[in-house]
């Protein structure tokens, strides 16, 4: 009977509606048991990498954050969302106080951050990200969709280009980082 009771109040502790209100109409969630989709999103990822698959079949790495590119990515339980990206072979400035014009642009091109909300479409296997602040003004306000596949450790991204006519699709992947992890 106890043991019953503990199973019943287990499952009843698993499942948590969370509901909030965002733009004009009411949004619910369901976090589910341990295991869930959401679940395996939250938490804080390493960039592992960025390529872009080109139309002639070759790869790249994305050109603003070249071959050893770095970042993180962090996922909330409330449904918060964290990006930064980063060319680590960006110049220093040479007076850190006053950068020159080229240093400033140059500081920009080689990174790219945003934060907002997310929504995950578990059937389609969709992480959207909802930007509400970002490095660019003009991404606050976007949908980012981002079609997932979760393989051990990590989570990639992928899906097709349509504002780069030579790109033909973009793959980035992730390691989730544990308490004790090396990234």
């Known amino acids: 009977m106890i043991l019953t009771k503990l199973i019943c109040l287990r499952s009843v502790l698993l499942v948590t509606l969370t509901t909030s209100v965002a733009g004009n109409g009411l949004i619910t969630t369901v976090q589910g048991q341990a295991g869930s989709v959401r679940d395996k999103f939250v938490g804080t990822w390493v960039l592992v990498t960025a390529k872009n698959r080109m139309k002639d079949g070759s ?97 990639t991204f992928a899906g097709k280009v349509s504002d780069e006519p030579e790109v033909e699709g973009y793959q980035i992947t992730w390691r989730k980082v544990g308490p004790h992890n090396d990234h």
């Not at 072979?89 to 934060?115: H, L, M, Q, V």
């Open 59 to 155: 790869e790249r790495f994305y050109p603003e954050l070249g071959p050893r590119g770095k970042g993180y990515l962090m996922y909330t339980a409330d449904g918060h969302m964290c990006a930064q990206l980063m060319n680590p072979d960006r110049p220093n400035w040479k007076d850190f106080n006053n950068p020159t014009d080229a240093e400033k642009i140059s500081a920009i091109d080689g990174f790219a951050a945003y934060c907002g909300r997310y929504e995950i479409d578990e059937a389609r296997a969709i992480m959207m990200h909802l930007p509400e602040l970002a490095w660019s003004p003009n991404f606050i306000g976007t949908k980012q969709p981002r079609p997932y596949t979760f393989r051990g450790d990590e989570v």
